[in-house]
Structure formats: C-alpha cells, structure tokens
C-alpha cells in the first residue's frame, strides 16, 4: 500500500471510531475528517468544499426545510384528530399510522418524516392501551418504505440520480421510481400492518412516575428542606438560595401554609416555615443546607406527588438533533429563568446520568425529566428543539415563539 492509502484508511478509521464514540456530533467529525483529507494532502485545498455545492446536498437540504414547514402548520392536530377513532383497532391503527407516515415520507425527507410521527405514535399508544413497541418498528418501515417511491423520498436516489446525470447526461425524473417503489411500499406496509406487527414484543410501557423513578432515579437529585425562623434567607429570594449552590441548586416546589406552588418564580420572597423541594445534586445541597441552615425533613419519594398538578407539568423530552441545547448545558441556557423549566433528570443511551445536571452538556438524542407550565410546555419544547415523550395533548402545529 502507498503511503496517500494507508493515510486515508486511517483518516477513516478515526472518523468510524469518533461515529461509533458518539460524545462528538457526527457533523462535527465529518468536517474534521474532510480537514485532515486536505492537511494531509488527499485533497486538494480548491476543492475542499466543492462537495457542499452538489445537487444531492442542496436537494436534501430543500426537502428538510420542507419537512420543517410541515411541521408547523398543524398537521400533526390534524393527524392526531384522524387516526383517533382508530385507537382501538390495532390494525387500522398501525395502516393508517404507517401509511401515512410513507405518504408523507415519499415528499419529505425520511428521518424528518419519523420525527413527525413519532410523538403522534407514542400519544395514540398512550390512549389506546397498546405498547408503543407495536407502533414505532412499523411507523420506522413506513417512513423507509415511502421513501423508495420518490427521486426526493431518501437521499440514495437522490445520489444516484446525480451519477446517472453525471455518466449520461440525463437525470431520474421525480417518478422514474414510482411504478417499482409503490408496489414494494404497498406490500410493506400491508404486511407490517396485518401480520408484522403481531411478531413484535409487547413491552409494556411503564407509567409516567415509575417511569421517571427507573430512569432517571429522581431520588438522587429531589429532596424535601424546611426554612427555620433563625435561617439568614427569610425574606431574601428564591433565586439567593439558588444562588448559594452556583446554579447546581434549582427550587422546584414551594409549600406555604398548605398552599403548594410548583416551579415558583425565582424572585418569589422566602418566609420562616417555607417548605422547599430542591433538585441538586449531594455536594451542592449539602453546601446549600449548611449556609442556607436549611432543616432537611423528607425523602425523594415522599417529594415526587409534590411535583406535578393541574398547571405545571413533569414532561419526557428527548434532544433533536440541531436542537438549541445541543452542546450546551442547562446552566448556560438559564432554563429556569429565561423558559420556567426545571431540569430533573437526564439520560442518555437508556441511563441516568449522575454528574451535576446544571453542567451536563445535552448531545442529540438525550431523554430530559422536565418540570414546568402545562399550557406553555408544548411551545417550549418546539422552540428548544426537542420532541416530547410523555404522554400529553400534542400542539407542535403551533409556531415557536422566540424566548
């Protein structure tokens, strides 16, 4: 092998090694992959981002702003609304998910046609009784299936269509795949919807409380605290005792004279008696409960029925990728202030993570525990970039108002 050989292999074995990793994002690692190409003298410094001006790109990027114009204009009510009265007929309900979600997939982009559907999934399982295992492997095929039918449908006939152009001078048009894709679309999604759906695991889903203990072991981080008359913070503002942990420390109940006030304003004034449900981790509320002179009077699990009500929310939400917390952690965002959430977990690939949550830097794909107003929370989230996963009333069709 020649040196320029052995020098790509390992420009690409990095790369496969950083995917594989995860802790980076993949945007991230192809541009450094593509920079070590050029330093290293594979290709030439002209050309370097000649690539970014390929049709195939360009196409692909048009049709994930399609898929983001869609999401905005209400269809998901709308589905939501259709496919109701198909929750207790588990065929239909798997077709018309599937089909829908391959008719929308064959004019948008896949991936984006899955993150559609995905919420509209979890809710109709949620409502219906089903394990949200029978939906989502068959709502997947669907999005895979529709994108066969279309030139724009899945970035690989976009690609091939290019190099057919490139070697022949002519193009796929936009239904050259159509009479074979449809038929093999047709037949997936009549088989995932009648037979294949039966061969999946019925893993039941636990509820939202038992859930958030498994998960995200809220124990670790809520604690119930008592303001004494002789504690230096009667009087000063939530956002003092807040201050005292250096934003590890969030304040997410308060229970004043049998008066319970969920996710209270951070300028809201303390008084002697005052009941506090803090999240924190151990170090930060140890050093919160010695200067503040808080009395410590209850365990997480007595706390969990104290954190959610008719107005504010405990609400599952995982990280988009592109979303605004990518890369950021919640202390930097200033969740609490500048969005009313409170951040009570964070899990990535199926476990808890331990360190301080003010400082976990959030990567696509992370699952939150979030607190915060039940009326606002569905804007909140789309504005943040995240899909939620609890069970609740799906309003993404409204636009995000800018914080």
Known sequence: MTAQQITLFAILGCAL??????????DVVAVLALLAAVFTGLVPSESAFSGFGHPAVITVAAVLILSHALHDSGLVEIIVRTLRP??????????????????????????????????????????????PSKLLMPLSFGTLLGGLTTLIGTPPNIIIASLREAQTGQAFAMFDFTPVGLGVAVVGVLFVSFIGWRLLPAREQPRAE???????????????????????LVGQRLIDLESLGQGDVAVVALIRRKERMLAPSSFLRLQAGDILILEADAASLQKVIQEAGLDRIGAAHDSLENLRSDRVALVEAVVTPGSRLEGRTARSLRL???????????????APITERLGRVRFMAGDVLLLQGERESMPETLSALG??????????????????
Do not use: K
């Open 336 to 350: 609490h202030t500048r969005y009313g959430l409170n951040l009570l977990g964070v899990a990535r690939q199926g």
């Open 386 to 403: 995240c899909l939620p996963l609890a069970a609740r009333d799906i309003q993404l069709g409204r636009r995000p108002t800018s914080p």
């Open 17 to 26: 090694i950083l995917f594989a990793w995860g802790r980076i994002r993949y």
């Open 86 to 131: 198909l929750n207790h007929h588990p065929e239909l309900l798997v077709l018309g998910l599937s089909g829908l979600a391959a008719l929308c997939s064959a004019f948008m982009n896949n991936v984006g046609a899955l993150a559609l559907f995905l919420p509209i999934a979890l809710q109709s399982a949620q409502e219906a009784g089903h394990p």
């Open 210 to 232: 038992e859930d958030a203990r498994s998960l995200f072991q809220i124990q670790d981080y809520i604690t119930e605290v008592r303001l004494p008359e002789d504690s230096p």
